[in-house]
């Protein structure tokens, strides 16, 4: 935000200069970016007035005028100005003057000597117009310094504020902030109170009360349409970067420079019945005052009459319904919108205005009855008229709600390291415009309406702490117990899985908590995520159940972009909503994609499966120390005949699976992609290794090879197996799976090793024999099983 240094100091004086006040405002988080000089650098210019306008005797486009310039007599200037005339007040940069690196001399044009220039505001650093003389107003002091008429030693200060700080984007605020910073009291205009002319109306209707909670209106009649914006207007809103349009237009912008507040006029006589605030409907069309027509969509609020749209709420008026030359009659309206009907609306019509900027970041909603006083007061000064009554059209429960926060001492000392005293801490947030109660640990504190940025007690403290200045903070060395925390051992760190997963081709992602809305219901349909209250964007509005939507968009971004073996794995939270409660847990979840192994010569190659997915996973169980089982399962986002349920001690901890074919074409990635999901508690279930005495007599393995049903898993088999062969049993391995000719239809014949090991003798043939018997019997029983031939 721009402002003038001068328009400040009416509002507040401290006795500081011009970087003293920067330095205070930048140290207090309100950083400045630029002073600079309201004009360009020239002295010698004078309020001067022209008499008479004559001829050039040898030149068309030049004339020779008669000046006062306060001296005792007229000098003689020649001219080239297209509205140099007789009786108009202009610059005279006087002989000896100075304008820019340029000494004013006597001189002669085509043979007419001329003493001095009449100058352009543009020659003079004052804006960019150079279509001829700047004109001055009648009651200019002839003779008077120009710098001083016009008060040009000052600067404009240049504030880049952060979203949170809206209350500042006006000179009130900034007022306020130096009040508060330096103690110094604020001396705000007095706003004269105006009567009621006349009884004229218009009606207002808002429709989006939750949208626009207050809105204003007011009527005026009468208005002087050739009157013109003061000069002193003209400079100040020149200073705040905001070009003269004319008086009415000209009182809007200079309320919303000073208090904050945007506001809009309409021509009345261009108005139909009503005043409608209203979401658009299909098919309208606004021509905006930029002369560009739009289709508004439905979700955007418009300002109506009861026939068409006059204006985008928030953002830019019409031209269809704009002051015009012509005008006298008007409808002046304020009105206070929520952030989140006008946030992103103007980017999505290519628009950038000092309103919407505004209300994007909040606008005090008790703003607007004073902002309607101070520019109804300021139009019938200017440019004359009868005000009628104001209309209010207000929604109490939408407005935004004040509620108390307990500020505490103790916790002013843990965040900031000690506690000012109360009279201190008192002063700052009464000046900040807050009410303050006492309270047995600190006090219950009322945030003043415009600072939406004060919602808990660590935003208070910070108030505290910045306008105590950080500098003035003491200092103090840290301190703290160094406590020893038990680590049990069957505890895994974190790193040593991520490590393994690194080892074994993975690569490490981190994507957004917030994912888009749409791709999350995809992916799990039945949980409903947590929605943000104000999103980035609409691919980042909600908080993810799972690490799956992140991941799948990372690796699609990698295939596009010619990276055709892609694995990715994260950790971290993902949020799910429990009724009243939001739950957060660990997860490690991973995707593959592409071929098993890196493009090389020594083997052939072949795409990843399921299985090589599982092994990734097995290995972590293993690293971690637990026992995985892996048992068919259906989940939204698999395929419904390769999702495997993964549970750690009868308890279900994640997922296994390839993608669901539907999902992986409306997500455009590979469908032979697979995918996993694993609860980090079971970092904390491993189990300790314990010692036992290595068997000092040999071990035998016998073969069997059954045939089952196909539907039969192998993880049941070798459940069954091992139960049955007893502590004999050392280790069991598949080392066959066949289907096809010799088989019948539906079974499936698998082959187990089975290593069987005695610790205290060896094993005779008829101990194996028993065992391998036993088993049989029980997978027939089980199963079904039958020995293949």
Known sequence: ????????????????????????????????????????????VVVAEVLSVEPHPDADKLRVCQVASGADEPVQIVCGAPNVR???????????????????????????????????????????????????????PVGTDLRD???????????????????????????????????????????????????????????????????????????????????????????????????????????L????????????????????????????????????????????????????????????GGIDSGIAPTTRDLFLEVACFTPAAIAGKARAYGLATDASHRFERGVDPCLQA????????????????????????????????????????????????????????????????????????????????????????????????????????????????????????????????????????FQEAITYSFVDAAQQALIEPELQPVALRNPISSELAVMRTTHWVGLIGAARHNLSRQQSRVRLFESGLKYIQQETELKQDNYLSGIAVGSLYPEQWGIDNRPLDFFDLKADVEAVLAAVGVEGVFVPGNHSALHPGQTARIRVAGNAVGWLGRIHPGLAQKLEIPAQSCLFELDLKILHQGTLPS???????????????????????????RDAITARAGAALKDLAVFDVYQGKGIESGRKSIAFGLILQDSSRTLTDEDVDRVMTDVTRQLEDQFGATLRE
Not at 6 to 32: H, I, K
Not at 292 to 315: F, H, N, Q, V, W
Not at 441 to 467: C, H, K, M, N, Q
């Open 370 to 505: 004073r902002a309607l006083a101070r520019a109804t007061a300021l139009l019938l000064e200017i440019v004359g008229g009868q005000a009628g009554p104001v209309r209010e059209a207000l929604s109490a429960e939408h407005l935004p709600g004040q509620h108390d926060i307990l500020l505490r001492r103790e916790r002013i000392r843990r965040l900031l390291g000690f506690v000012p005293d109360d009279e201190q801490i008192s002063d700052i947030l009464t000046r900040l415009g807050a009410r303050l109660r006492t309270h047995a640990e600190g006090w219950w504190v009322t945030p003043p309406s415009y600072r939406f940025d004060l919602s808990i007690e660590a935003d208070l403290i910070e108030e505290v702490g910045r306008v105590f200045g950080y500098d003035n903070l003491p200092t103090a060395s840290n301190r703290g117990d160094l406590i020893m925390r038990p680590l049990p051992e069957t505890l895994t760190p974190l790193d040593r899985v991520r490590t393994l997963l690194v080892d074994r081709g």
């Open 691 to 717: 010692f036992e005495n290595l068997s000092r007599f040999p071990s035998i393995r016998r073969d069997l090879a059954i045939v089952v049903s196909v539907e039969t898993p192998v993880g049941d088999l």
């Open 86 to 140: 007789a009786g108009m007040k202009a610059p005279l940069a006087t002989v000896g003057g100075r304008i820019a690196e340029m000494k004013l001399k006597k001189a002669k044009l085509r043979g007419v000597l001329s003493h001095g220039m009449l100058c352009s505001a543009r020659e003079l650093g004052l804006s960019d117009e150079h279509q001829g003389l700047m004109v001055l107003p009648e009651s200019a």
């Open 257 to 316: 420079l000073e208090l904050g507040q945007p506001m809009h006029a309409f021509d009345l006589a261009r108005l139909s019945g009503a005043i409608v605030v209203r979401y658009a409907r299909p098919g309208e069309q606004l021509t905006l005052l930029d002369e560009r027509t739009i289709e508004p969509e439905r979700e955007t609020l418009l300002i109506c009459d009861r026939d068409k749209p006059l204006a985008l709420a928030g953002i830019m």
């Open 149 to 255: 008429y016009l008060r040009l030693n000052d600067v404009i200060i240049d504030v880049d504020l952060t979203p949170n700080r809206g209350d500042c984007l006006g000179i009130e605020g900034i007022a306020r902030e130096i009040g508060t910073l330096t103690r110094t009291d604020t001396t705000p205009p007095q706003v004269v109170s105006i009567g009621i002319d006349i009884p004229d109306e218009f009606p207002v209707q808002v429709e989006a009360p939750e949208a626009c909670p207050r809105y204003l209106g007011q009527v005026i009649r009468g208005i002087d349409p050739g009157a013109e914006t003061p000069l002193w207007m003209q400079e100040k809103l020149r200073r705040g970067g905001i070009r003269s349009l004319g008086p009415v237009v000209d009182v809007t912008n200079y309320v």
């Open 1 to 44: 935000m721009k402002f003038s240094e001068a328009w400040l100091r009416e509002w507040v004086n401290p006795p500081l200069d011009s970087r003293q006040l920067a330095a205070e405002l930048t140290m207090a988080g309100l950083e400045v970016d630029a002073i600079e000089p309201v004009a360009a650098d020239f002295h010698g």
